[in-house]
T-cell receptor, first 110, second 115 residues
């Protein structure tokens, strides 16, 4: 089983739709969770950290389910500019390094 | 604009060449990283420098040689590469010494093609 797994997609959704991605992780000792966004041929950028209590940033909501070992990202009112690959990132080997999931590609359609 | 600067943006080299990738950050970050990313794949960690000392080497072949001359600079020396080494090489930095604690700031990457 991979350390961090994501559905690669693509998820094709119309503007204004709500879309959700899940990411599962295998190491029950993981403590840090992040969502990064990567545009085509660009570098990854932090979208948001994921906290135990869940957190929201505008149209984006991230949640953590430790019992089932997954994190989720919900995007409401999708915009064309949300089209990107969303990478789930989880710490591994203590806090010294993180593991990236394969990413979920989102395409928002006019 | 990214605060981590990488040069060159593009590099084409032959298998017998020696070249270097450079990375610079002026955010006072304590850790710097090299990642390799192939098309449609996630970034894969290669090396971590913490306080200018190599703290992690992910069993990277010796044809890749990292160097951290000071807290702001990170180099990746390349020698006798193979065509399968063609990829996007991303440099990153973090304020803390541990990647798992806070944000990783990435440079735009150096796209390497080995002929």
């Amino acid at each position: 089983r991979k350390e961090v797994e994501q559905d690669p997609g693509p998820f094709n959704v119309p503007e204004g739709a709500t879309v959700a991605f899940n990411c599962t992780y295998s190491n029950s000792a993981s403590q840090s969770f992040f969502w990064y966004r990567q545009d085509c041929r660009k570098e990854p950028k932090l979208l948001m950290s994921v906290y135990s209590s869940g957190n929201e940033d505008g149209r984006f909501t991230a949640q953590l389910n430790r019992a089932s070992q997954y994190i989720s990202l919900l995007i409401r009112d999708s915009k064309l500019s949300d089209s990107a690959t969303y990478l789930c990132v989880v710490n591994s080997g203590g806090y010294q390094k993180v593991t990236f999931g394969t990413g979920t590609k989102l395409q928002v359609i006019p | 604009d990214t605060e981590v600067t990488q040069t060159p943006k593009h590099l084409v080299m032959g298998m017998t060449n020696k070249k270097s990738l450079k990375c610079e950050q002026h955010m006072g970050h304590r850790a710097m990283y090299w990642y390799k990313q192939k098309a449609k794949k996630p970034p894969e960690l290669m090396f971590v420098y913490s306080y200018e000392k190599l703290s992690i080497n992910e069993s990277v072949p010796s044809r890749f040689s990292p160097e951290c001359p000071n807290s702001s600079l990170l180099n990746l020396h390349l020698h006798a590469l193979q065509p399968e080494d063609s990829a996007l090489y991303l440099c990153a930095s973090s304020q803390g010494e541990f990647a798992g604690v806070g944000e990783l700031f990435f440079g735009e990457g150096s796209r390497l093609t080995v002929l």
